[in-house]
């Protein structure tokens, strides 16, 4: 316990008294309103602090040298945390003033005592203060990153350990988990370097076993164990005593899994903030769950639209059957040569599925018309970009690929539609799709013609580049057509 800062006290009551006083602990002076010594009196208090630590009471003693010594005991939190001493040398002069009798001095040291005693209570509380507000705010900092990190549709096994590790950093746990037996991508067990327990897996599955027999109710939906060893379900799960927290992750009573916490370490019990936070954790993990369900049946409608919207541009068209899936084949071999990343090939996946969409508000008798198309027609069927992009843009996730379907037929030297945009305006979706789209264009028949050999669009997609097409991307294709055998594969599609 600090004794410093007391000297002020110590000095204050040593000018309206004979007496000096000093604050002991059992390692000698740690506070001392004057070190000056002419009479050597101090020689004897390391004496009289351990017969006064001993005896715990006020102690009074005069030594041959005729000094009087007094010792009173500092408590702190039930304690001896220290020794108030005061001396006074009767073999000098005392200008006059009185010497207080021993009984006198008891009751002066006693309200010293008092006040140092106070202080550090005071002290106590502050430093409790403190160690909890710090607590609280690692609480507080750990739930808000867990908030922000889980609230999100892309929740995954490695955002689970990633918490994981911040939940057992954070409040000190020799193991973390989360066991989700429905969903083992979200079942992990994070531990600390100094535990040693070989199957990991195995002794969490017997903690959460031992969970389920024990006959308690978990209203509150969780179970709490502080030391194994007052339990014989528990005991027997580990050699040595230990203390242990599993959370139900629940949401509108749908029940996922448990999210735990184990440690060892016997000093402590595992507090009511640390209870609260995991209870906090584990309902957010529980709502996300829910919503990435949520999220995903929603997205899995969505794909059966699109899939259903596909059938039925190609049910229209008896001679583009097959048409979007091989527009799609070849977009996915582009995308894949330029490394496009993970994110923006979904997107450019639906991108060229969808790009004829539009063609759904095409009556069928132009798609199908077995000679050339008039003004009039040709001017319906340059339609077909703004009505995909309608149809699309109310499915949100697929917004994205809006872009793509819009301008597929831009051409590179802005005489395409419906923009007339050019070059590098053209988004780099539409750009690809575009050359997918006019190649098994050139390659597949059509009501008033029959399509080209492969070879004969290879060279026509060639004879286009930097006017329809982007010449960048012709001579990716061509890299592709020459190593993958893009016709092969288109017949196969067929």
């Not at 002069?93 to 006040?115: H, N």
């Not at 990153?145 to 990633?162: C, D, E, G, R």
């Not at 599955?205 to 528990?234: H, P, Q, R, T, W």
């Not at 230990?242 to 370490?265: D, M, P, T």
């Amino acid at each position: 316990m600090k004794s410093t800062g007391f000297e002020e006290i110590l000095s204050g009551f040593s000018k309206i008294s004979p007496l000096k006083f000093e604050i002991w602990n059992e390692k000698g002076v740690v506070s001392s309103c004057d070190l000056e010594d002419p009479y050597k009196v101090r020689q004897f208090l390391p004496g009289m602090a351990a017969r006064v630590y001993a005896i715990e009471d006020f102690l009074h003693e005069k030594n041959p040298k005729a000094s009087e010594l007094f010792g009173l005991p500092l408590f702190n939190e039930d304690s001896v945390a220290g020794v108030l001493l005061a001396y006074f040398d009767s073999s000098h002069s005392t200008a006059g003033k009185d010497f207080p009798d021993t009984k006198d001095v008891k009751v002066l040291l006693t309200k010293i005592a008092g006040l140092i005693e106070e202080r550090w209570e005071m002290q106590n509380e502050s430093d409790t203060l403190i160690t909890e507000l710090d607590k609280s705010y690692e609480s507080l900092h750990l739930y808000s990153n867990v908030a922000t990190q889980i609230k999100t549709l892309n929740f995954s096994s490695q955002m689970i350990l990633h918490l994981l590790n911040e939940i057992k950093d954070n409040i000190r746990m020799d193991m973390v988990f989360s066991i989700m037996p429905d969903r083992p991508d979200y079942s992990e067990i994070v531990c600390g370097e100094e535990i040693n327990i070989k199957d990991e897996s195995g002794f969490v599955a017997s903690l959460i076993k031992s969970v389920e027999n024990s006959n308690k109710e978990l209203d509150e939906g969780y179970f709490i164990v502080n030391n194994s060893a007052d339990s014989k379900l528990f005991s027997k799960l580990h050699k040595d005593p230990f203390r242990f927290l599993a959370v139900k992750i629940v949401h509108n009573e749908n029940f996922f899994g448990w999210l735990g916490i184990f440690s060892l370490n016997m000093d402590d019990i595992i507090k009511r903030s640390e209870l609260r936070l995991l209870v906090s954790i584990a309902e957010q993990i529980g709502v996300v769950i829910a919503n990435t369900d949520l999220y995903h049946n929603l997205e899995d409608f969505g794909i059966n639209i699109v899939k259903s919207l596909i059938v039925t541009i190609e049910a229209k068209d008896v001679y583009t059957g097959g048409h979007s899936e091989r527009v799609h084949h070849i977009t996915m071999l582009l995308a894949k040569e330029l490394g496009i990343n993970e994110k923006d090939t979904k997107i450019l996946n639906w991108s060229a599925l969808l790009h004829d969409v539009g063609k759904i508000g095409i009556p069928e008798s132009i798609l199908n018309k077995p000679s050339r198309l008039d003004d009039k027609e040709y001017k319906a069927i340059k339609k077909h970009p703004l009505k995909g992009a309608e149809i699309i843009s109310p499915l949100e996730y697929l917004s994205e690929s809006i872009p793509g379907v819009l301008h597929h037929h831009e051409a590179y030297d802005g005489t395409g539609y419906p923009s007339r945009i050019k070059g590098e305006q053209i988004p780099l979706f539409a750009r690809i799709i575009s050359v997918a789209d006019t190649f098994d264009a050139i390659t597949s028949d059509r009501a008033y013609r029959k399509g080209a050999s492969f070879e004969k669009g290879y060279a026509i997609i060639n004879e286009v580049a930097g006017t329809q097409l982007d010449p960048d991307l012709v001579q990716i294709f061509n890299g592709i057509y020459k190593k993958s055998k893009i016709w092969q594969i288109q017949r196969q599609i067929i």
